[in-house]
């Protein structure tokens, strides 16, 4: 049997036959950010959350006369913690640990400086791309959908596997069935806000209640393992399409409906056709150990420690607040 090996190959077939460059495919979220806190210090990975069987619930009704809800790893905007606006830097003191409802009108002030997003690369600015309000009600109105559930419910970002499963989960179920949810739609952020989502995900239809995810990190939710999920393939803290681009919106939300709507089974996955833009270097930068200097991974080792100090001071608050609360 004969080979041919690259060396033999012209210098430009690349270009001959219409290859992409071979960075161009999705981001590999779980070895970056195993390899990216190896190098701040940190010698034990993280373990992510995987399952080889996963549920699975067909529609009970057409969407045409289902009540959807929405569930989003934004937080809530918080004045007295610091810079959440767009273009701001990591905000440990902004997490939520516990889960929270808001209502969708107005629309409440939603903010995603608190997780790991890219933020090379995207700049915060326009909410609907994390959280696709104006897009459900849209179809609301066309009568795509029966009804956008009246409230919201945000899943935090916990790293602990069995705080999401045995406080989180059970705790959204309870509010999708105080609210008679018959689908819902789930919207990914970080890196952590992907196994979460997943988490929740596989809980809900577990329960009885089909979902979708739309999320950025394939690796992370395919590892997981959900029944339904749109994939795009854009920067983290994109899920609901393209910053100030509302065709890229509006399609990205009726992709995920027609995934809801259209799976045969569990593990379907969607792959949005659009493109973030026409370059994919965008696709080497994110916590990519190979892209940065030594003087400044010790800079983020600095600031990593510090933040990790304010997140655990907000936890204890949130705690405190919370067993005072009951």
Request: glycine letters at 4%.
């Amino acid at each position: 049997m004969s080979g041919l090996s690259n060396d033999t190959l012209p210098e430009n077939l690349d270009d001959e036959l219409g290859f992409t460059v071979g960075h161009d495919v999705p981001v590999p979220y779980m070895y970056r950010t195993r390899t990216y806190y190896q190098a701040l210090g940190y010698e034990r990975p993280y373990r992510w959350a995987q399952y080889v069987d996963v549920p699975f619930t067909p529609l009970k009704k057409p969407l045409s006369e289902s009540r959807v809800a929405l569930i989003s790893t934004a937080a809530p905007f918080q004045p007295d913690k610091g810079d959440q606006g767009p273009w701001s830097s990591y905000n440990s003191a902004a997490k939520f640990y516990r889960i929270y409802s808001l209502p969708v009108e107005p629309l409440p002030d939603l903010r995603i400086s608190h997780v790991g997003i890219d933020r090379l690369h995207t700049s915060q600015e326009d909410n609907r791309s994390w959280l696709p309000v104006a897009q459900l009600q849209r179809l609301q109105t066309e009568g795509r959908i029966g009804k956008l559930n009246a409230r919201l419910h945000g899943a935090p970002t916990n790293r602990s596997h069995k705080t999401t499963i045995e406080q989180d989960c059970p705790e959204m179920l309870a509010l999708l069935r105080e609210d008679n949810v018959d689908v819902a739609v789930l919207v990914a952020n970080c890196p952590i806000c992907h196994q979460s989502i997943s988490m929740h995900a596989r809980y809900l239809e577990a329960h009885g209640i089909p979902i979708v995810v739309m999320g950025c990190a394939k690796d992370i939710v395919e590892h997981c393992g959900v029944p339904r999920f749109l994939f795009s393939d854009f920067p983290l803290g994109n899920a609901a399409g393209r910053p100030f681009d509302e065709e890229s919106q509006a399609r990205t939300m009726e992709m995920a409906l027609d995934v809801l709507e259209s799976a045969p089974g569990p593990r379907t996955t969607r792959q949005s056709p659009i493109r973030w833009s026409d370059n994919p270097d965008w696709k080497l930068d994110y916590s990519n150990v190979e892209q940065i200097a030594p003087e400044e991974l010790e800079r983020r080792r600095q600031e990593f420690l510090h933040q990790k100090e304010i997140a655990q001071a907000k936890r204890a608050e949130d705690l405190k607040n919370v067993q005072a609360a009951e």
